[in-house]
């Protein structure tokens, strides 16, 4: 009897080996194919640098210039974390990496979290920030905060004002339907709760917040 029952066991043990091993090896193959991570540190770069669009997830026909993180003015930074949060930047990142994915939804999703945790691992925050506003899109195929700066502006990204900062910083969700050239009422509203949000969470106080919301969008 007890040999019998270490048979049993014995086989038991072998279906559930057998099984995990087909489990694990059938993952690894659903996920494969993830991107390397290396260029990205291209994206944070020490001063403004021409990136071309073969560059890792790119998805754009034409250069853009990527900026480091001393060139992103602090009144740009509090406005995007006042409304996108420092733990999204990772998984931002990391779904800009498959714009050109043919996964399916279920593979996507688990790359992209995968990515997410190794970028994590990989980058501080502060570089993590940086190679999301110079590859954040702003529409019209603008990338980069820098880009967006120029072509919205006509100033670097240093620049830029506490209302600039709020209208691009508000872009960043949806350019297309925040654009201030074809949705000026919407980007409005949408600069003014960046404002708010950003007197809620103590950057600026109440008469900054007023004189913001009151300049012109451009």
């Known amino acids: 009897m007890t040999q019998l029952l270490w048979k049993s066991l014995f086989v038991a043990a072998t279906v559930v080996l057998l099984f995990t091993l ?8 659903y996920i494969s194919g993830t991107p390397n991570l290396a260029p ?4 944070t770069p020490n001063s403004p640098t021409t990136i071309n669009p073969d560059t890792i997830g790119a998805c754009l026909s034409s250069p853009f210039t990527a900026i480091p993180y001393s060139q992103i003015s602090l009144l ?11 733990s999204t930047f990772s998984r931002q990142i990391a779904r800009g990496l498959f714009c050109n994915s043919h996964d399916q939804v279920l593979q996507r999703e688990i790359k992209e979290m995968r990515v997410t945790m190794e970028l994590e691992l990989r980058f501080s925050r502060e570089q993590l920030f940086t190679i999301y506003m110079n590859r954040v899109y702003f529409g019209e195929s603008i990338v980069g ?6 072509h919205y502006f ?3 990204a240093t620049a830029l004002t506490l209302p600039q900062a709020a209208l691009l ?3 960043i969700r949806s350019p297309g339907f925040y654009s201030p050239d074809t949705h000026p009422d ?12 950003m007197l809620l969470q103590g950057y600026i106080d109440a008469a900054t917040a007023e004189r913001a919301k009151a300049a012109p969008l451009r």
């Open 22 to 29: 087909t489990v694990v090896g059938w993952f690894a193959i």
């Open 40 to 43: 990205l540190a291209d994206f």
């Open 76 to 86: 740009l930074r509090q406005a995007v974390n006042s409304t996108e949060g420092a």
């Open 145 to 150: 905060i820098q880009n967006a700066a120029q």
């Open 154 to 156: 006509s100033k670097d």
């Open 169 to 171: 910083a508000g872009m």
């Open 186 to 197: 919407r980007v409005l509203q949408r600069r003014n709760a960046i404002l708010d949000a």
